[in-house]
Structures are given as C-alpha cells and as structure tokens.
C-alpha cells in the first residue's frame, strides 16, 4: 500500500481538480480529503455517506469559584484567548497550557464538539472526508483521524493506493497530511506568490524526508516564471513531473462536477494522465 499526498503552499492552485482526477485514473485505491478546513472533494466525487463520527475538540473554561486571578493564566496564553479571566472559546486553541499552569486548578478543558467526520463511498472506492464547524480549528488532530481511518480501509480491503488531498500552508494540518506517505507532489502555479509558497511547502516537506514531485498547474500564462520553477527544482533535484497549461475546460468540468479526465479529451487530461504514470512508476 502506498501513499500519495498532494499539497499546495496556498489554496487555488488546482490540487483538489488534480487529486479527483487522480481518483478517477487510480485502481483499488481509497481517497482521503484532509483538507478538513475547506473539504471540497467531494463536489467532484460524489459520495454516499455510510458512516458518521464526531469530531470533539478542547476548550479551556475557568472556575471562578477557585480561581484567585493571579494572572498566571493569561501571561502564558499565546493566543490571547484570556482576558479579565474569562476564556474566549472562539481565540482559545485547546493547548492546555493554562491548565498545567493554574497553581489553584481552576481550569478544567473540556470537550467540545467541533464537528463531524466520514466514511463514504464513492463510484471510484472508499472515501474518508470531514466537515468542521464554524470558525473550529482543527489543529491537525482530525486530519490524522481522516488518515487513519483510511489507512484501516486499505488495509482492510487491500488497497494498492491511499490518494490524500492534503491542506494549503506549511501549518500544523500539513504536517499532519505529509505524516508517514511516501509521495507528496506540490501543486503550483506560475506566480510570485505560487513559486514563493512552493518554496516554504518544498522546504517542510524535505524537513521530513518525503520524496517531493512538482506540478505546475496553468504553465503557459506565465512562461518566465515557469522557468524560475523549473530552475528551482533542478537546483534542489526534485522531480517536475506535470506542466498542466491553462484549458476552459477545468472550469467546465467543475462546473458539472466532474474530474476533468471524464469530463472530456482535452489538453489538460492527457497531461494529468502521463503524470499519474509516472508518480505510478515512482511509486
């Protein structure tokens, strides 16, 4: 069983169009949408819910009985989640800190439901995706709940692949998606922005010793800085096995909620099926 993870160093690269498509072109596999803070996934693959979890996170909450406002609590609250000795549950992250902290154990942390995550299935297999609640931070807790559950499936039904649509960023839920797989390919974009990103998500990636591909998505609207991609991958020798150019048809096929590899024969699908051959082949 292998594991392949696609990331991108900021969100509207193209990760999720290209890890659809991935789902679309793998065989026994089981897919993963880690990207907990704005799953979308499932627009593209359709699910039928077979299996519903709650999510609980923690939230700190004074005791104002035992507590002597020595002030403790809020000096060491790097969010700043405590103010006049009350805890603002929508600032506070769950830490714990002010609890070890409390000389009075005033603080207790208590769980609170942040929201719900899924086991679906799918036209193309298994798929294990989650919806949290309102402003909740996930902190990368229910992200390596999604995985786990979906490395049990492939185990479970022996799975060759577990296709991952991992987080945007270089946070703590990337670093959760990038856990234990033995493929990350970066999606970027011919930008400033993408290329700069591409760079800080690349460097977390190495941090961990995860073998790295490259994609870059829309190749052609910005030659130059594609260029500059290409240059940087040389340089630190990680792999660029897509140049995916810019087709009106992505937009369509998302628009009929469809990877773009069965939604028509364009420029893109070729592209993005000679470059599952090689993450196969690599793999």
Avoid at 49 to 59: A, L, P, Q, W
Avoid at 83 to 106: H, L, M, N, R, W
Avoid at 107 to 128: C, H, Q, R
Avoid at 219 to 226: E, F
């Amino acid at each position: 069983m292998k594991q392949i993870v696609i990331i991108s160093g900021k969100g509207g690269t193209g990760k999720t169009v290209i890890t659809a498509s991935f789902a679309a072109l793998a065989k026994n596999k089981v897919m993963a949408d880690c990207d907990v803070d704005a799953a979308d996934l499932y627009l593209l693959l359709h699910p039928e819910i077979e299996e519903t979890y709650e999510f609980t996170g923690r939230v700190a909450r004074i005791d104002k009985d035992k507590c002597t406002q020595c002030g403790k609590c809020q000096d060491v609250c790097r969010f700043e989640a405590i103010k006049d000795f009350t805890v603002d549950p929508i600032s506070c992250e769950g830490c714990g800190v002010c609890f070890y902290v409390c000389p009075q154990k005033a603080i207790k942390m208590i769980e609170d439901s942040a929201g719900n995550w899924f086991v679906s299935e799918t036209k193309y297999g298994p798929l294990v995706h989650a919806k949290l609640g309102i402003a909740e931070e996930n902190s990368g807790k229910l992200v390596s709940l999604v995985k786990q559950k979906a490395r049990e499936i492939a185990q479970k039904q022996k799975r060759d692949f577990i296709i991952i649509d991992g987080p945007p960023g270089i946070g703590c839920p990337v670093i959760a998606s990038l856990s234990g797989v033995d493929i990350t390919l970066i999606v970027t974009e011919p930008t400033l922005s993408g290329i700069h990103d591409l760079e800080r998500v690349a460097g977390v990636a190495h941090h961990f010793g995860i073998k790295t591909l490259v994609c870059i998505n829309k190749y052609d609207l910005n030659l130059k800085i594609t260029q500059n991609i290409e240059n940087f991958c040389k340089t630190y020798n990680i792999e660029l096995v897509g140049k995916i150019p810019f087709n009106k048809a992505v937009t369509e096929a998302l628009i009929m909620g469809k990877p773009v590899v069965e939604y028509s024969d364009n420029t893109v699908s070729p592209q993005i099926r000679e470059m599952w051959r090689k993450i196969v082949n690599i793999l």
